[in-house]
């Protein structure tokens, strides 16, 4: 891909996948973007998900933030379910949303 195209391409990846900027962006302004973009995200799937979001208090953006990387958006349902799906996996998912799950699975909207 070259030309506008690409260059656009490259900027999405720098500000959601942690890719190089094109050339005449600034490093710290694409920093900026985007830890604004995944402190949104991870808004919306705390929005999503209450109750672990009250349970997690002040390590959820930073589960959250390591789960993200290199994990694309997806819907906030989907997002909210996949991250739901790591906690369990890590450990950190809270007795009411581990309880949850073993009753009645994922949820489906």
Known sequence: MTGLAGRQAALVRALVAGGEPPEGF?????DTASKALLRKRS????????HVRAALGDRFFALFADWAEG??????HADA????????SIG?????SRRRRRLFGPRRT
Do not use: Q
């Not at 600034?26 to 694409?30: C, H, M, S, V, Y």
């Not at 808004?43 to 209450?50: K, Q, R, S, T, Y």
């Not at 379910?81 to 369990?88: G, I, K, V, Y």
């Open 43 to 50: 808004g919306e799937v705390g929005a999503h998900l209450p």
């Open 26 to 30: 600034d490093r710290d302004a694409i």
């Open 92 to 96: 950190h998912l809270p007795e009411p």
């Open 81 to 88: 379910e996949a991250f739901t799906a790591h906690l369990e």
């Open 71 to 76: 994990t694309p958006k997806g819907s906030t």
